[in-house]
């Protein structure tokens, strides 16, 4: 396939507000004031659209706008209500957030800017939505990782993201673990940590317990502030061996009709949540980490999805109707990175010459 460019640009962010030196992802976070000056852009020069709007104008079952352009917001983070809503409020624009329900705040409140960091609660989610301004659509049901190998990656130790090695065993946490001091110790230090994949393309396995303890037990005297992966590992290389070499480090593999049934309530169960909880049509689904492929789209498709984010996956010309394209991630901290933000816009907006200059230096790129 030739490289493909859409016609209409989607951006993305994932948190907007108050970056915070506790969380292990902090690079998530665009700054309020660069998001208002990004926004600010937009709003005299864009048509911003929901999803449903973008599919019908691409179905070609609507007319088109002057320079359409789509917002969205991954994660469904709580700043996107504190922070991000009253800006796309001052602007007039909308957006579409991705939320993943098993991260939804399960707690009936509205919450201010004194309330920290966190996830969107479904109250919250419903007072944007009657804005007509913000639309709530799927991330999927859990957005986690599972472990799908024997290979070892690495050790628990202080300062560690164990969000889905943890989250996996403690679900309920997930909700409330940014700020949480207590969620790094839900693991002991020294947990053995292997090869994991997104969800939704993970074919799962179960490591065995007895290689976790013993590991765990092991490292019991290590001094995990001064952590080198290599130096706890040759601690344990013994006990790892031993159980690699008579296959039983993993005790459990996921079958075909397993991770099918698992995939389905990934996709579904997601949308028949959101639809319950805010009494919307959800028919457009983000996969979490870009990882997905036809197989899961094809699924989403026979659960009543109309489009999907493209991600990771290689499109096919036959699936581009039914994807949500590329995304732009926007970087507007910078002088440099605003003039490459509103170069990109105007080449996914299909526009010559920006547009063949995208295309050229990509076909030269692949290339090599």
């Not at 065993?169 to 230090?189: A, M, Q, S, T, V």
């Not at 949540?273 to 990882?291: A, M, N, T, Y």
């Not at 996956?313 to 699936?319: I, N, P």
């Amino acid at each position: 396939m030739k490289p493909y460019l859409p016609d209409i640009p989607v951006i993305y962010f994932h948190s907007v507000g108050i970056r915070s030196n506790d969380w292990s992802r902090n690079f998530l976070t665009a700054s309020i004031e660069d998001t208002d000056r990004f926004f600010r852009f937009l709003a005299g020069r864009y048509t911003s659209l929901h999803l449903k709007e973008y599919y019908d104008i691409r179905s070609g079952l609507s007319k088109g706008v002057t320079n359409p352009i789509v917002i969205t917001f991954d994660d469904g983070y709580l700043d996107n209500w504190v922070y991000g809503f009253p800006l796309l409020k001052k602007y007039s624009l909308k957006a579409t957030i991705f939320v993943s329900p098993e991260f939804v705040d399960g707690r009936d409140i509205v919450r201010g800017a004194d309330s920290g960091p966190g996830f969107l609660s479904w109250r919250e989610m419903r007072e944007m939505k009657s804005s007509g301004l913000v639309d709530i659509q799927s991330h999927t049901l859990t957005h986690t990782k599972y472990f799908v190998s024997d290979r070892l990656t690495g050790f628990h130790h202080p300062g560690n993201d164990i969000l889905y090695a943890a989250g996996n065993l403690f679900p309920e946490r997930k909700p409330y673990h940014i700020g949480d001091k207590e969620f790094e110790r839900l693991l002991p230090y020294g947990y053995p940590l292997f090869e994991e994949e997104s969800a939704v393309t993970a074919r799962r396995v179960t490591v065995s317990d007895d290689l976790i303890n013993e590991i765990v037990t092991q490292l019991g005297k290590y001094d995990f502030s001064r952590y080198d992966f290599s130096e706890a590992f040759a601690r344990i290389s013994g006990i790892y061996e031993h159980y690699r070499n008579n296959n039983l480090i993993i005790v459990q593999r996921e079958g075909e009709e397993e991770y099918s049934g698992r995939v389905r309530r990934e996709i579904n169960g997601s949308r028949e949540i959101i639809e319950r909880e805010l009494g919307s049509k959800v028919e457009f689904l983000c996969w979490p980490h870009g990882d997905n492929n036809s197989f899961l789209h094809r699924k989403a498709l026979e659960g009543g999805y109309l489009m999907t984010t493209i991600g990771q996956g290689a499109m096919v010309e036959d699936e581009i109707p039914s994807r949500i394209p590329e995304r732009l991630g926007i970087d507007y901290s910078s002088f440099r990175g605003r003039v490459k933000a509103r170069f990109k816009l105007k080449a996914f907006s299909g526009l010559f010459p920006y547009r063949q200059a995208v295309l050229f230096a990509r076909s030269v790129k692949s290339a090599f």
